[in-house]
């Protein structure tokens, strides 16, 4: 049977040197004579968590010292596992296998570009929302919709790149509620599980993209997913008595940038702001031992004074 492999690009910088952080990772196949090297679209963050021997040894694709290296591992092998069948496939059929081929299906199964041209991808279409919420609305109200993207790239991994909207469904809701939870995110070298108000903070942006996509002047998406009751668990508030605020304000901090912390903490703390209103604070908005500035949540403007 013909076999795939994975290498690392190689590519150096103008220096001349050897580029060793955010390689991408090739899959390199001999068909009839020529050479296929076919683009993954997944990169190691550094070429020493790549498994150069690999497919002597038996070991992963991907070092666990990879952050996500188990989602890398499964997709790369999904991947090998494709471009051998469709070479085996070939040769099942009496036909002779090429490059070209062998890449155009790689590319209809794993890109999505066998989608019928009515057909919009999902991907293409939270794109799309990404960048008119970038326009109207807050960039960390952004942010969380990006990293709600970020959760179905990995959830689905390289079958999210060819999903389109007849595939979501309740049981599709489900499945990345599980897949967020089963998932979950990486402390240091720990691995943690999401709580539960996470997951539902993020189902409810993916619900907020799929109203979105029902807009009338898309119409991307005409199904029913439905989400089950998403509600947050009541959490415990901590709080800081003023004796313990005491204690920090006397505290001394081993380097200026925990001092600034601290004195941010505490400006917070005397005034009543969030982070995200002092880091909007200007000088000129400071008169006479007030503040006073406009805070924005959601669709509402409002006019304080401290």
Not at 1 to 29: C, H, Y
Not at 64 to 83: I, Q, V, W
């Amino acid at each position: 049977m013909k076999q795939a492999k994975f290498n690392l690009e190689r590519r150096k910088d103008k220096g001349g040197n050897l580029i060793t952080t955010n390689v991408p990772i090739r899959l390199s196949m001999f068909i009839t004579g020529s050479r296929l090297e076919y683009y993954t679209g997944f990169r190691v963050s550094n070429s020493k968590n790549f498994n150069t021997d690999y497919s002597k040894t038996g070991k992963p694709f991907i070092k666990s010292n990879e952050p996500d290296a188990g989602r890398l591992n499964r997709n790369l092998k999904g991947m090998k596992e494709k471009a051998e069948l469709f070479y085996d496939n070939a040769i099942a059929l009496g036909q002779i296998p090429t490059c070209e081929t062998i890449r155009k299906q790689l590319d209809e199964y794993f890109k999505g570009k066998d989608s019928k041209p009515d057909q919009v991808l999902v991907k293409d279409a939270f794109t799309e929302f990404l960048e008119e919420t970038k326009r109207r609305k807050s960039i960390r109200t952004w942010k969380k919709y990006n990293t709600t993207l970020n959760h179905l790239s990995n959830v689905f991994g390289i079958e999210f790149r060819k999903l389109t909207f007849d595939q979501i469904n309740t049981a599709f809701v489900e499945w990345f509620r599980k897949g967020m939870i089963k998932g979950g995110y990486k402390e240091g070298s720990e691995k943690k599980e999401y709580l539960n108000n996470t997951v539902v903070k993020y189902l409810r942006s993916f619900r907020e993209f799929l109203n979105w996509c029902k807009d009338e002047k898309r119409a991307y998406y005409t199904g029913n997913a439905k989400f089950e009751e998403l509600r947050e668990n009541e959490i415990n508030v901590i709080y800081l008595t003023g004796e313990e605020i005491e204690k920090l304000i006397k505290a001394e901090m081993p380097n200026e940038r925990l001092e600034q912390v601290k004195d941010v903490f505490l400006f917070g703390y005397y005034t009543g702001l969030r982070y995200s209103d002092i880091f909007k604070l200007r000088k000129q908005d400071v008169l006479d031992q007030e503040i006073r500035f406009y805070i924005s949540k959601g669709k509402n403007t409002t006019w304080h004074l401290v």
